[in-house]
């Protein structure tokens, strides 16, 4: 009996480590499942916002930058002596404009030769100053275009000597 006993009991603890085994199995099945659910779930999601930003992206319109070569002006204070160089640049609301922006060229940069030797080097100096001169060079060529329009004006050099 005592046999028979001790082989139950060791047949019990042999059934055990199965139960546990068998556990953990499942456990780790529903945790992969899970995880590769979640998975599909996130690319699903991001692969569906990119063909929204694509979809947005061809509705409008794609703005582009127009280079203007350096200006070098004389400023209108101390008779001369202090000088002006500035290179400009141009973003519009679409690269189209851009065929229009080259044609106009000689106009816009009259424009702004006219504009910039009107300045003083008080008018410059600041942040303010130079904010104010975007504004009104902005103005200024946007009154010539007819297809689009600039909507910022960028100093990318801006020296005064």
């Not at 456990?27 to 991001?46: D, P």
């Not at 582009?64 to 141009?90: C, H, Q, S």
């Not at 130079?130 to 600039?150: H, P």
């Amino acid at each position: 009996m005592a046999k028979e006993e001790q082989k139950t009991e060791q047949e019990g603890q042999a059934a055990e480590p199965k139960k546990g085994g068998m556990l953990k199995l499942i456990i780790i099945g529903v945790v992969a499942l899970a995880l590769i659910g979640g998975g599909a779930a996130a690319f699903f999601i991001l692969k569906g916002a990119d063909k929204k930003k694509e979809e947005v992206a061809k509705e409008q319109p794609v703005p582009g930058v127009w280079p203007m070569e350096p200006f070098i002006v004389n400023l209108a204070d101390n008779n001369g002596e202090r000088y002006l160089k500035v290179t400009i640049e141009l973003e519009v609301t679409d690269k189209k404009i851009i065929e229009e922006l080259n044609t106009l060229k000689p106009k816009l940069r009259d424009n702004i030769l006219d504009l910039l030797t009107a300045k003083s080097y008080k008018d410059l100096v600041d942040m303010v100053g130079k904010q104010r001169l975007r504004d009104e060079i902005l103005m200024r060529l946007n009154s010539y275009l007819t297809g689009g329009k600039i909507t910022k004006v960028y100093f990318t050099e801006f020296v005064i000597q």
